[in-house]
Structure formats: C-alpha cells, structure tokens
C-alpha cells in the first residue's frame, strides 16, 4: 500500500524501514531524482539491520520531493532532499550538499 507511504495522503504516518515492499521501491525508481534515489539507497542500506529496521519510519513527501528516515527513539532523522541530506542527530541538524 504505497499510499501509506506518501505524505499528504489520507493515512500519510511513514511506514517502518522494514514494511518497505517492492512495490514501494519501484515507485521511488521512479517518481525521484538520481541523487534523492542515491541517498535513499544509502541510508537504507545503512540503516537495514533489524535493529534499526524496525524502528525507523520512512516517509515520502511528494511535494518537496523528499524521502526522510526517522528513529524518534534515538532522536535522529535523515532528510534526502533535492539538492542534499539533511541530518538531525539530537536536535543538532547538518545540510551537506550532494557531491
């Protein structure tokens, strides 16, 4: 159900890390950016232990063209953003450009 997914929908709550069916891949292939789908891949990877995968929630917001991983338990959040990632480990928040 992709659209439990997507921000701005009905039911938009993000959806745990480890819920992400393929269907759910495909869409973001092909609805984002090289570099949002680069940094979406990476965090992913990153985070897909089942430690973490449980417990981080993604979300897709259509309109700013974003994905964010979020682990409100250890107070850290990951944006992929258009023109970077933006982190924010324990109210501390980073922008760093894509290369």
């Known amino acids: 159900m992709i659209a439990v997914l ?10 745990p ?3 992400l069916s393929k269907g759910d891949e495909l869409f973001i292939e092909s609805q984002f950016s090289k ?5 979406f891949d990476h965090w992913r ?15 897709v917001d259509m309109r ?6 979020e682990d409100k338990g250890m107070s850290r959040k990951v944006v992929c953003e258009q023109t970077g990632m ?3 480990f324990d109210g501390k928040e980073e ?4 290369p």
């Open 17 to 19: 890390l480890s819920a």
């Open 35 to 39: 570099s949002v789908k680069w940094c």
């Open 86 to 88: 933006r982190t924010i």
């Open 64 to 69: 700013n063209g974003s994905i964010s991983f």
């Open 95 to 98: 922008f760093e450009s894509y």
């Open 45 to 59: 990877t990153m985070l897909m232990d089942p430690a973490n995968a449980m417990r981080t929630m993604v979300d």
């Open 6 to 15: 997507i921000s701005g929908s009905a039911s938009a709550q993000g959806k």
